[in-house]
C-alpha cells in the first residue's frame, strides 16, 4: 500500500498549476484516492525566467521541461505534467509521455480590441503573437498587418491589449479555457484556415520509462483519442522541426479506428505554403504524422526551410 503522496511536478505559471490540479483531481477519481495522496511540486524553467524575448530568439529545447525532466530523473519527482504543446519532440533518455488527458479545443482564439474578427481588423492594425506559425499564419491573410513580439502570462498579455499597446492579439483556446476565460475571445479561428499548432490543447503526463508502478496509475486517465492524434502530429513535427524556425501547423483528430491528419509549412512573411492531408489507422498515428511530414518536405522542395533557417 502507498502511503507517501505522489510527487506531481509542474511549472507555476497559473495555467500550468490549473493543468497540474486538473490532472491531480482525474487521478483522485480513477483511483478512489484523497487529495492528500498527492503533492503539487512547483518548479520554475528557463521558459518562466525569461520573458522578454520570443522563444525563437532564446532557442534550445525543453524550455518549459527541462527542470521538471532532471527532477523526474532523479527520482524528486513520480511525474510531470505538461500543456504538450511545449514538449520537444526528442525526450531525454528514460522518459517518455506515458498520458494524455482529453483534448480540449485545439484551436486559436482572437482577442480582438479594434475588430472583433481577424479579417476586419483596420489596414495596418497591430496583432501582438510571438508565435512563428500564428506570425505566418496572419501575415498571408492579412499582409498588410503588423506583428509585434509580445510574451508572457495570459493575463499579461490581456493587459497589454487592454491598454491599447496592440489591436489583437491571439490565444490558445484551451488555454483561456482552463483560466475560466472562455469568454475572452472574439473570433475562434478556423482550424481549415488557421491551423493550430501541433499538440496545442492537450495536457500530457512525462515520467520515467519502466516505472510500471506510476505508469499503472497514469494509465487510468490516459485519453486513447488523444494519445493518438497527438503522437501523430509530433511525428508531423519531428520529421520537419530540424530548427525550430519554421512555422509549422498540424492537426489530427482520431475517431478510435480512423486518423485524419492536416499539416501546414509556411514561409514566416507567409508569402509561400505548402499543405497536406492523410488519413489512415488509429494505430498508424506516428508513421502517418512522419509520412506527412516527408511528403510535405518532398513538395516544398530542397529550397524551402533552407531560404530563411
Ligand atoms: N507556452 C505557450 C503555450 N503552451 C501551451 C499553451 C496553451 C495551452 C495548450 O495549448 O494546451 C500556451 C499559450 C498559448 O498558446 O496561448
Request: with cysteine; charged share 25%; glycine share 10%.
Amino acid at each position: 500500500m502507498q502511503t507517501k503522496p505522489f510527487r506531481i511536478g509542474t511549472r507555476g505559471s497559473p495555467l500550468a498549476l490549473a493543468q497540474a490540479h486538473e490532472t491531480r483531481d482525474r487521478l483522485m477519481a480513477a483511483h478512489g484516492l484523497p487529495s492528500e495522496m498527492f503533492e503539487i511540486v512547483v518548479l520554475s524553467t528557463m521558459g518562466d525566467r525569461i520573458t522578454d524575448r520570443s522563444l525563437s530568439e532564446i532557442g534550445g529545447k525543453g524550455l518549459f521541461t527541462q527542470e521538471l525532466e532532471d527532477m523526474l530523473l532523479s527520482g524528486g519527482l513520480d511525474f510531470a505534467v505538461h500543456s504538450s504543446k511545449d514538449m520537444p519532440t526528442k525526450l531525454p533518455n528514460g522518459l517518455f509521455l506515458s498520458a494524455y488527458l482529453p483534448r480540449e479545443d485545439a484551436r486559436d482564439a482572437f482577442v480582438g480590441r479594434t475588430a472583433a474578427k481577424l479579417m476586419d481588423l483596420p489596414q495596418g492594425a497591430t496583432i501582438g503573437s510571438s508565435s512563428l506559425r500564428r506570425q505566418a499564419l496572419i501575415k498571408r491573410l492579412r499582409p498588410d498587418i503588423n506583428v509585434i513580439t509580445y510574451r508572457g502570462l495570459v493575463d499579461t498579455r490581456l493587459r497589454k491589449l487592454a491598454e491599447g499597446q496592440v489591436d489583437a492579439t491571439l490565444l490558445a483556446f484551451a488555454g483561456l479555457k482552463r483560466l475560466g476565460k472562455d469568454n475572452v475571445p472574439t473570433e475562434l479561428l478556423d482550424p481549415e484556415t488557421f491551423p493550430p499548432a501541433p499538440a496545442q490543447g492537450a495536457i500530457c503526463i512525462e515520467s520515467r520509462i519502466g516505472d510500471d508502478r506510476i505508469n499503472g496509475l497514469l494509465e487510468a486517465v490516459n485519453d486513447a483519442r488523444t494519445h493518438e492524434a497527438v503522437t501523430c502530429e509530433r511525428a508531423f513535427l519531428a520529421t520537419l522541426d530540424g530548427s525550430c524556425r519554421t512555422p509549422i501547423a498540424g492537426y489530427a483528430v482520431s475517431d478510435g479506428d480512423t486518423i485524419r491528419f492536416s499539416g501546414m509549412v509556411l514561409t514566416p512573411d507567409g508569402s509561400q505554403h505548402f499543405r497536406v492531408s492523410t488519413e489512415g489507422n488509429a494505430s498508424d498515428a506516428e508513421r502517418l504524422g512522419a509520412k506527412a511530414g516527408d511528403d510535405i518536405r518532398i513538395d516544398a522542395g530542397p529550397d524551402f526551410f533552407s531560404s530563411w533557417t
